[in-house]
């Protein structure tokens, strides 16, 4: 592949954060660059309580254990997603509830989300949290999400994982709900080669969250441990990379927002359809995903029409009620059709990387469009 769906794109300011830790020999976890990336993240996102995890997928994690989510528990959460949103859920003993997801934005459908809450109060068995996810940096209708939470008394979780720089009413994505967290894995629109963060509600919880992340010991001068702990922090180098990261944001939330708006543009004439911005949001567009229409290209075929070319593009993630790990989980859709299942078997994603050169962008416009006439060609 020479044309890559999301390339890692340093800033050139990551190297003097990571000698420093090598200097002053802070190569151990912990250290000066992991709380200064705390802080410089809580600046950016506007948020008190930020952990530095080391993924994602850790972050989600202890987010679900400061909930108290047990074995038996439900945890909703939107079917159209990647499922590090969900496997946490499981590593709790808890069961997942598939929510479908609404036609604008792609993310998990208000309407749905209500339904299934209703049903859940009238069996006496309201789930421990709700996980709305930010697909591919498109913000979903979380005003309208949190209300229902809050009107039911459901903690929300944002999985901001893809939409770092996304914005709703001037809130950063994962800070609306109860708890966010963000993912700096190396695909991601900033990274630390591997890394995640966790957004909390109080200084009490980020401490019971930052025990539980190392190991959970008590505050004892020997090893004493009440709770089982893991090792999720942060280590002091990768936060080194996650700094200077950090300081260009807004330049890559405005690159890949660039290569958007030319995909859009030039295939104007193919009728595509792509998630929208709902009033008031930005989007960070971390990857262009559309919709083709269903009568001319399949997916398949022009996924493989790009790859002979060199280029990597990817279907749309596969949603987790279809997944066989997760075949005996509940699915709530509004009235029986299923959106997310549409949304995957139509939907692709394209090279979207905030290095992405525009000669390169336009060799992929120019394989979609030879791809589409090929097919015109054969069906006329
Ligand atoms: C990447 C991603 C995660 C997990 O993050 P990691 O840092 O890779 O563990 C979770 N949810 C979504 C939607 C993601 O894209």
Redesign the pocket.
């Known amino acids: 592949m020479k044309i890559l769906l999301s390339r890692p794109h340093m800033s050139g300011y990551e190297m003097k954060y990571v000698e420093e830790a090598f200097s002053t020999n802070w190569v151990a976890p912990l250290g000066p660059n992991v709380d200064g990336f705390e802080q410089e993240m809580a600046t950016y996102v506007d948020h008190s309580f930020t952990l530095a995890t080391s993924?994602?997928?850790a972050a989600l994690h202890l987010a679900l254990l400061l909930l108290g989510v047990e074995r038996g528990d439900s945890v909703f959460c939107q079917s159209l997603?990647?499922v590090?949103?969900v496997n946490p859920i499981r590593y709790v003993g808890a069961n997942p509830v598939f929510i479908d997801s609404e036609d604008a934005t792609w993310n998990m459908s208000p309407q749905a989300l209500r339904k299934a809450l209703v049903q859940a109060a009238t069996k006496g068995k309201l789930p421990k949290a709700v996980i709305v996810?930010h697909l591919y940096g498109v913000v979903a209708k979380v005003g309208e999400i949190r209300h229902i939470c809050q009107e039911f008394g459901v903690p929300l979780i944002e999985?901001a994982?893809?939409s770092l720089g996304a914005t709703w009413k001037g809130q950063m994505t994962g800070t609306i709900g109860d708890f966010g967290f963000y993912?700096f894995?190396g695909n991601?629109i900033i990274t630390t080669s591997g890394g995640?963060m966790l957004l909390v509600r109080s200084e009490s919880e980020r401490q019971h969250g930052l025990k539980l992340a190392t190991q959970a010991r008590e505050r004892v001068h020997y090893y004493e441990h009440n709770e089982v702990g893991y090792n999720y922090r942060l280590s002091n180098v990768s936060a080194g990379i996650g700094r200077g990261q950090l300081q260009v944001i807004e330049q890559r939330v405005q690159a890949r927002r660039r290569v958007f708006m030319r995909y859009e543009r030039l295939f104007r004439p193919l009728g595509f359809t792509y998630q929208e911005e709902i009033p008031h949001s930005r989007a960070n567009r971390w990857l262009t995903a559309l919709q083709l229409n269903q009568t001319d290209m399949s997916r398949d075929v022009l996924i493989d029409r790009l790859a002979n070319s060199g280029i990597e593009s990817r279907a749309v993630w596969k949603p987790m009620h279809l997944q066989p790990v997760f075949k005996d989980a509940e699915y709530v859709t509004v009235d029986g059709e299923d959106v997310s299942r549409r949304l995957f078997e139509n939907g692709i994603c394209l090279p979207s990387g905030s290095d992405l050169k525009i000669g390169e962008q336009h060799q992929v416009i120019r394989t979609v469009l030879e791809t589409q006439s090929v097919i015109a060609e054969k069906t006329v």
């Open positions: 993924s994602g997928t997603t990647f590090a949103s996810v999985d994982a893809e993912s894995n991601k995640g």
